[in-house]
């Protein structure tokens, strides 16, 4: 599930089941090439949403893990080194890349409400683009990378699409989340 195609067109990663657990794994786009598994958590871990970056060298993907963590992930495709953007009890979904590779845009509920955030790759800073009441969802930056639709709740009920400037110098810096459960 969750296909993604590279930026080069010649592969797709996916989330493929495997015995209790779904891993991430990128195949080949040629008939019967094999799957190859890049990422593979704990047992009953799951792995969903693949992105690559621009330079299709990693994937960021969002991760269901032990003890009710919903993270986001990134895998170096030649190392097989995994970073972990968060590691929280927030729920942390649809990661996309900045046109230029720097940022990982995703929709996370750490502060109770649905917002926009970025993750600094450089400097592993994560920031808070958006600030909605009714939740932002599902970012992505237009392929310029001066702009970044979303969507978000409207009070009238349903979902409508929104779009800001990206400029780093207006995100909030994102409080840590607290866990009081």
Known sequence: RDPSVSPDGRRVAFSMN??????LAV???????????????????????PAWSPDGTRIAFSAW????????L????????????????????AP???????YVFFDSDRTGISNIYAYDTG???????T???????????SPDGTRLAFMSAVPN????????RLDPKAWLAAHDYLDDK
């Open 18 to 23: 495997e015995h209790s657990e779904s891993v």
């Open 27 to 49: 195949q080949d786009m040629v008939p019967d090439a094999p799957a190859q598994v890049v990422w593979r958590g704990a047992r009953f871990d799951q792995a969903y949403q």
């Open 65 to 72: 893990r032990d003890g009710g963590f919903r993270d986001i």
């Open 74 to 93: 990134i895998v170096e495709l030649a190392s097989g080194q995994t970073t972990q953007v968060t590691s929280d009890r927030a729920i942390d979904m």
């Open 96 to 102: 996309a890349w900045s046109k230029d590779g720097r």
């Open 123 to 129: 400097d592993r800073s994560l920031f808070q683009v």
């Open 131 to 141: 600030n909605v009441l009714g939740g932002a969802f599902q970012a992505a930056p």
């Open 157 to 164: 009920g349903g979902y409508d699409i929104y779009e800001v």
